[in-house]
Nanobody, 120 residues
Framework: EVQLVESGGGLVQAGGSLRLSCAAS????????IGWFRQTPGKERDLGDF???????????LYADSVKGRFTVSKDTANSTVYLQMNSLKPEDTAVYYC??????????WGQGTQVTVSS
């Protein structure tokens, strides 16, 4: 069974930083995309906003315009873990952040979510 285990959320003041981690296990996909969506109150998780993602083999990164220059997605191949370094956080970054994994074939897999709260 594929599992995505997230950690690193919390409460931070505006301008601060947090790093989210997503450890993936239980699969043998040859290649996949992995990254983060975020869900704000009133939205369903599957209709949340894309934040950042990385293609595992190539390392190609993709970012939402709202986080470019502030967030960085990276991977630790040895530990099958993806990170989201979030700097210069703003109150509007407050959301539940979900790790996702898109295999080359098959359905999207979601993590359990982690709350990020940025106070003004």
């Amino acid at each position: 069974e594929v599992q995505l285990v997230e950690s690193g959320g919390g409460l931070v003041q505006a301008g601060g930083s947090l790093r989210l981690s997503c450890a993936a296990s239980g699969f043998t996909f040859d290649d996949y995309a992995i990254g983060w969506f975020r869900q704000t109150p009133g939205k369903e998780r599957d209709l949340g906003d894309f934040v950042a993602g990385i293609t595992w083999r190539s390392g190609r990164q993709l970012y939402a315009d709202s986080v470019k220059g502030r967030f960085t997605v990276s991977k630790d191949t040895a530990n099958s873990t993806v990170y989201l370094q979030m700097n210069s956080l703003k109150p509007e970054d407050t959301a539940v952040y979900y790790c996702y994994l898109d295999p080359t074939s098959g359905s999207r897999i979601w993590g359990q979510g982690t709350q990020v709260t940025v106070s003004s």
